[in-house]
């Protein structure tokens, strides 16, 4: 199953939600990058603004955070004010591997509140680093840039990384996230991903309508 998500990151930030409604009917996910200027050197939304977002699709909350633990219930509650009951039970939270010392207990805290769960690698990041948690998330996102900004071109050596989880888990929902077009969604999806994130490629795209569908291939 092929599933799409614009990132608002590469949104007008002074009108949200009506950037939202611009894209929600031909989406999947809304892809909401949260960044706190340790993890990575760029800031974003706190827990806050998401509960003042509004969407009629689950959220894709990537936490580009430091120890994620202390902040799930905030940035869950805020989803649930942004989406409701239903599409929250729908909605993922993806905790990157390299912010946390406690994997397993930050997957087990994310679906207690209810919610889907991803694990986040960096592109330099290795899969055995999932060992522990793989046969409990909902998804892994490859990250195909740094994360940190929105723009940047696509690092194609994660490629077999995508391959080698495809073979381990073959109905794994499986996520990349940076630099992600037409081609190298393509590119991407011949390895095995099956969710596209993209920011620049719809945000900046005359017809976001054409550029959401052009990824599902
Ligand atoms: C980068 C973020 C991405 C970003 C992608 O750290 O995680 O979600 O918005 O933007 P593009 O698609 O422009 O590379
Ligand atoms: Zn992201």
Same mark, same amino acid.
């Given at each position: 199953?092929?599933?799409?998500?614009?990132?608002?990151?590469?949104?007008?930030?002074?009108?949200?939600?009506?950037?939202?409604?611009?894209?929600?009917?031909?989406?999947?996910?809304?892809?909401?990058?949260?960044?706190?200027?340790?993890?990575?050197?760029?800031?974003?939304?706190?827990?806050?603004?998401?509960?003042?977002?509004?969407?009629? &699709?689950?959220?894709?909350?990537?936490?580009?955070?430091?120890?994620?633990?202390?902040?799930?219930?905030?940035?869950?509650?805020?989803?649930?004010?942004?989406?409701?009951?239903?599409?929250?039970?729908?909605?993922?939270?993806?905790?990157?591997?390299?912010?946390?010392?406690?994997?397993?207990?930050?997957?087990?805290?994310?679906?207690?509140?209810?919610?889907?769960?991803?694990?986040?690698?960096?592109?330099?990041?290795?899969?055995?680093?999932?060992?522990?948690?793989?046969?409990?998330?909902?998804?892994?996102?490859?990250?195909?840039?740094?994360?940190?900004?929105?723009?940047? &071109?696509?690092?194609?050596?994660?490629?077999?990384?995508?391959?080698?989880?495809?073979?381990?888990?073959?109905?794994?929902?499986?996520?990349?996230?940076?630099?992600?077009?037409?081609?190298?969604?393509?590119?991407?999806?011949?390895?095995?991903?099956?969710?596209?994130?993209?920011?620049?490629?719809?945000?900046?795209?005359?017809?976001?309508?054409?550029?959401?569908?052009?990824?599902?291939?």
């Amino acid at each position: 199953m092929i599933l799409v998500a614009p990132s608002i990151l590469s949104a007008d930030f002074g009108n949200l939600n009506s950037e939202i409604a611009s894209v929600e009917l031909f989406s999947d996910l809304i892809h909401v990058d949260i960044m706190d200027g340790h993890f990575v050197p760029n800031i974003t939304f706190g827990p806050g603004q998401v509960g003042k977002m509004r969407a009629n &699709k689950p959220f894709d909350v990537h936490l580009m955070i430091e120890n994620p633990e202390k902040y799930l219930k905030d940035f869950a509650d805020g989803v649930m004010q942004a989406v409701g009951s239903e599409l929250y039970a729908r909605s993922f939270l993806v905790v990157h591997q390299e912010a946390t010392k406690d994997l397993v207990g930050t997957v087990r805290m994310v679906k207690a509140l209810g919610m889907k769960v991803g694990v986040a690698l960096n592109p330099a990041t290795s899969l055995d680093t999932l060992e522990d948690v793989l046969d409990d998330v909902d998804m892994v996102l490859c990250m195909t840039v740094n994360p940190g900004f929105g723009g940047q &071109k696509f690092i194609e050596s994660v490629m077999p990384k995508i391959s080698q989880l495809r073979a381990l888990r073959p109905d794994l929902h499986i996520e990349v996230d940076g630099g992600i077009n037409l081609e190298t969604a393509r590119v991407a999806r011949q390895a095995g991903a099956n969710i596209f994130v993209a920011g620049n490629y719809v945000f900046g795209a005359p017809d976001r309508k054409t550029a959401l569908e052009s990824l599902r291939g």
